[in-house]
């Protein structure tokens, strides 16, 4: 048993020619925060405070769909959401519709200690901020050029999208559209669990590319996109609608404690059998200290550590797995 | 075993000394809808369209918690929430924050019908209510003056300690704080409105359907939102089962109650009988809460750790039994 932690900026459809200039910087974010995650973590800090740590910094990066750089509802404007976890006690905390809070999961966690509530939304939860006196910014601070331009290219191709790393240029027909869009790298999320068993999960999103306004995806819902109790801590990324409805993050601790699977087992069982392929990722860490990232989509930008010394940095599926 | 069944509920957490014709009036609305839903099966519509049509009739009527009679935000405002789910693919629709929608639960079913999404709030979620032409209404039509009592004795009750006697409302309560200092969600429990109203329904085709639709809780945070829009928390269905939750929505989502039923018929095999005892005992930590449920075999149950649950149920064998006490 020692600590452990996991990390993603979102699973997808991530081609696997994905240009140098495109997946670099984001690379470079995984390991950014890996080392930020490990070395709170190794100076004591509780899981909850690592969690909303490292979420923090994956929110500050405008290359994942959070916080800046969060994608664009089909008005052009900023939606976020996120929520978060402690294993411990499962207090709970989430928000949504977020249109100026610099750091929707430190706003989510003020919900959860500085209220008698568990979620607040939109201009309610825009208010409390003021109230908490949180860090808030112009709305334009976190939309980027290159969301600008996905949903311009959603709304030609008619679609909703979770995000789309692809390149931005017309001609580029790489991409395998599904049903309903193509890459998806819906979220970021963190996981952590100390050397005593404690857990934390937070996730953190700007939605859908082209979402109408209004929606709440799997996010910012417990059970869902986080969760955390004395087994294990989950926080699930892709298609909110889907995640939703299977419940994911819920599912991989109910495994755990119904079936006796092991969080390795629980999580693969989930993004296989209980959610569409090409719809779902996830991390999770298990009290004893275990780690898994599991997804069903082409890749997912993922990082994670151990206390034993291991640690992984990928994209897409390792050659082990 | 086998045929449809379908349960109903106002609430869970009741005022002990609630006036008997209030009761009565409740019981009476209990059994109506239940009826409606009844009927609705012997027409053998869907478990979907059942569990819809019931909600409404809870939405418009004022006795409860949703829709017209909805508690009021700290503002004095309403702002309702609701949400569906059909068994049959766990297909769902939600929505927060209404002010002008006459039935929430409704709206619910056109984001699972109609929309690309699953969870519509707030103001977008008013505008796709315009765009699909539901029937909308002032905000003022959902305010009773029954709540508009409670809205101040609530925000008494957040500055007081346990010994103030609260006067009644209505002619017949007397003050509960200092003789039963029984409380939820913070406030006393002669002030707490239960939150909630909801649906289950299995129809004979053996598919299970939830809806459940909620004012919230009296004296919110505006843009508070609770369990009820939660799927997995206060909603859940899926092809073995249909969970609608009611009471203290910390507990319900830290438990994640409606899914909790579900989960340990799934994974656990236990029946739906022992599902429901298993969660309310085990799941609910220090919480309060109630809630009914449906099993793809005819079965139907319900379960609450609070004093009283408003709650009617009935099966196609003939069984019907409306109550709100133990």
């Known amino acids: 048993m020692g600590w452990a932690i996991a990390l993603h900026g979102g699973a997808g459809d991530i081609p696997v020619s994905l240009a140098a200039e495109r997946r670099q910087p ?4 995984l390991r950014h925060c890996l080392k930020v995650g490990v070395d709170a973590l190794k ?32 008005e052009g404007t900023i939606e976020m959401e996120a929520s978060i976890m402690d294993g411990n006690t499962k207090r709970c905390g989430a928000v949504s519709g977020l249109t100026t809070v610099v750091n929707p999961i430190s706003l989510a966690r003020l919900v959860m200690e500085k209220t008698p509530h568990i979620y607040l939304a939109f201009d309610g939860a825009e208010r409390f901020a003021r109230e908490q006196g949180i860090e808030t910014v112009d709305s334009s601070h976190f939309i980027t050029q290159e969301n600008i331009e996905r949903l311009k290219q959603a709304k030609e191709a008619n679609r909703v999208q979770i995000d789309y790393t692809q390149p931005i240029q017309k001609d580029e027909k790489k991409e ?9 790298i819906g979220t970021v999320g963190c996981v952590a669990v100390d050397s005593h068993g404690n857990l934390a999960s937070a996730t953190s999103t700007g939605g859908l590319v082209n979402k109408m306004v209004g929606r709440i995806g799997d996010t910012p819902i417990i059970g869902a996109g986080t969760y955390a109790n004395n087994l294990c801590a989950v926080s699930a990324t892709g298609k909110g609608e889907a995640i939703m409805r299977g419940t994911v993050a819920r599912d991989v601790a109910a495994l755990m404690e119904f079936k006796g699977l092991s969080l390795k087992e629980a999580a693969a069982y989930v993004v296989e059998e209980c959610v569409p392929r090409g719809n779902v ?5 298990s009290a004893k200290g275990e780690v898994t990232m599991a997804y069903n989509t082409t890749g997912m930008f993922r990082a994670c550590a151990t206390e034993d010394g291991y640690s992984e940095i990928a994209i897409w599926p390792s050659v082990q797995n | 075993m086998g045929g449809w069944a379908i349960a109903v509920h106002g609430g869970a957490g009741v005022d002990p000394n609630l006036p008997p014709h209030v009761q009565e009036e409740a019981k009476k609305l209990l059994t109506r809808c239940l009826n409606l839903g009844i009927s609705a099966l012997r027409s053998n519509h869907s478990a ?30 309403v702002e309702m929430e609701a949400s569906i789910m059909d068994g049959k693919g766990r297909r769902c629709g939600a929505v927060s924050g209404l002010t002008t929608v006459k039935n929430p639960v409704s709206l619910a079913r056109l984001v699972m019908d109609k929309s690309p999404h699953s969870y519509l709030a707030f103001s977008g979620a008013e505008d796709f209510a315009r765009q699909q032409g539901v029937e909308l209404v002032e905000n003022e039509y959902f305010v009773t003056e029954e709540n508009v009592g409670m809205l101040k004795l609530a ?45 289950v329904v299995v129809d004979n085709q053996g598919r299970c359907a939830a809806a459940t639709s909620t004012g919230g809780l009296m004296n919110k945070m505006n843009g508070r939102i609770g369990d009820s829009p939660l799927i997995g928390a206060g909603t859940y269905a899926c092809n073995l089962c249909g969970v609608s939750c009611t009471g203290e929505g910390e507990a319900i989502i830290r438990g994640t109650l409606a899914r909790e039923v579900a989960a340990v018929m799934e994974y656990k095999g236990l029946s739906l009988q022992e599902a429901v005892d298993f969660v309310i005992k085990e799941r609910l930590d220090e919480g309060f809460a109630g809630l009914i449920a449906v ?20 099966t ?6 409306v109550g709100i006490w133990e």
């Open chain 1, 26 to 29: 984001r690379e470079a974010a």
């Open chain 1, 43 to 74: 100076a004591q800090k509780s899981p909850l405070d690592v969690v909303e740590l490292v979420v923090r910094e994956l929110e500050n990066n405008p290359h994942y769909n959070a916080g800046r750089g969060s994608v664009l509802t089909r």
């Open chain 1, 176 to 184: 395998t559209p599904t049903a309903d869009g193509d890459s998806q």
């Open chain 1, 281 to 285: 990722g996830l991390v999770a860490v």
């Open chain 2, 48 to 77: 979907i369209d059942v569990v819809e049509l019931v909600v409404r009739e809870l939405e418009t009527d004022p006795l409860f918690n949703s829709g017209r009679g909805s508690a009021l935000t700290a503002n004095g405002t």
């Open chain 2, 155 to 199: 925000k008494e009750a957040n500055t007081i300690v346990f010994d103030y006697r609260i006067p009644a409302v209505g002619s017949e309560t007397c003050s509960a704080v200092a003789e039963s200092p029984l409380q939820m969600n913070g406030l006393p429990i002669s002030v707490y409105a239960p939150e909630t109203v909801g649906c």
């Open chain 2, 295 to 314: 099993s793809n075999k005819g079965d139907v149950a319900c379960g609450f750790n609070t004093t009283g649950m408003f709650r009617g149920c009935a």
């Open chain 2, 316 to 321: 196609e064998d003939g069984f019907m039994e």
